[in-house]
């Protein structure tokens, strides 16, 4: 009789439950090592311990284990220490009320700025009366006093205020009844 396919030589079961045994001997000196390193990170033990784990899974792919595993746990967790410190350097909590680094030349916010003003224009265009003109006059990049703006399109300085409002509130309620309410996705149905 033939012993089955699927049963190992004795040879490779017991290469293979050697590996196995080493592994669980370093557990206990990896999470030791990493607790051990952790706080003067400024890390986890537990995000340190995954790291040096992942090391010694890349390197069972490639090299194999190493000779002298001891050593090579603490090398490797001092390597992972100084990563984590380099990280913690470089890296910066992004707070929700301001946008990370200058937002302001970042070229997503450009483009957007450019189709918001492209937008506002569209809409003072289509204003009734002299709002057009007025609040084209407001928008003008160079920034124009009401003394400038009320020369230019020949109206007392006193008047620009009220008709800014008037105009800004039909602005405002024109722009309100355009903006469509998006649609409920998911749970919200």
Same mark, same amino acid.
């Given at each position: 009789?033939?012993?089955?396919?699927?049963?190992?030589?004795?040879?490779?079961?017991?290469?293979?439950?050697?590996?196995?045994?080493?592994?669980?001997?370093?557990?206990?000196?990896?999470?030791?090592?990493?607790?051990?390193?952790?706080?003067?990170?400024?890390?986890?033990?537990?995000?340190?311990?995954?790291?040096?784990?992942?090391?010694?899974?890349?390197?069972?792919?490639?090299?194999?284990?190493?000779?002298?595993?001891?050593?090579? #746990?603490? /090398?490797?967790? !001092?390597?992972?220490? =100084? *990563? @984590?410190?380099? +990280?913690?350097?470089? %890296?910066?909590?992004?707070?929700?009320?301001?946008?990370?680094?200058?937002?302001?030349?970042?070229?997503?916010?450009?483009? #957007?700025? /450019?189709?918001? !003003?492209?937008?506002? =224009? *569209? @809409?003072?265009? +289509?204003?009734?009366? %002299?709002?057009?003109?007025?609040?084209?006059?407001?928008?003008?990049?160079?920034?124009?006093?009401?003394?400038?703006?009320?020369?230019?399109?020949?109206?007392?300085?006193?008047?620009?205020?009220?008709?800014?409002?008037?105009?800004?509130?039909?602005?405002?309620?024109?722009?309100?009844?355009?903006?469509?309410?998006?649609?409920?996705?998911?749970?919200?149905?």
């Amino acid at each position: 009789m033939t012993p089955p396919d699927h049963v190992p030589a004795a040879g490779a079961r017991t290469a293979r439950d050697g590996a196995r045994v080493a592994l669980h001997s370093l557990h206990a000196l990896v999470r030791a090592e990493a607790g051990a390193e952790a706080e003067a990170a400024g890390t986890e033990a537990a995000d340190l311990e995954q790291s040096v784990w992942l090391r010694l899974l890349e390197r069972r792919r490639g090299p194999g284990l190493p000779t002298d595993p001891v050593r090579w #746990v603490r /090398a490797a967790v !001092r390597t992972e220490v =100084r *990563a @984590a410190r380099r +990280r913690i350097r470089r %890296e910066r909590a992004y707070t929700a009320g301001e946008p990370p680094g200058d937002w302001a030349s970042w070229p997503e916010r450009i483009a #957007v700025g /450019a189709d918001e !003003r492209r937008a506002l =224009r *569209a @809409a003072v265009g +289509r204003l009734p009366g %002299e709002c057009p003109r007025l609040l084209q006059a407001m928008l003008a990049p160079h920034d124009p006093t009401y003394r400038e703006i009320a020369g230019e399109l020949g109206m007392s300085q006193g008047s620009l205020g009220p008709m800014r409002s008037r105009c800004l509130g039909c602005l405002r309620r024109m722009l309100t009844a355009e903006v469509v309410a998006p649609e409920l996705r998911g749970m919200e149905r």
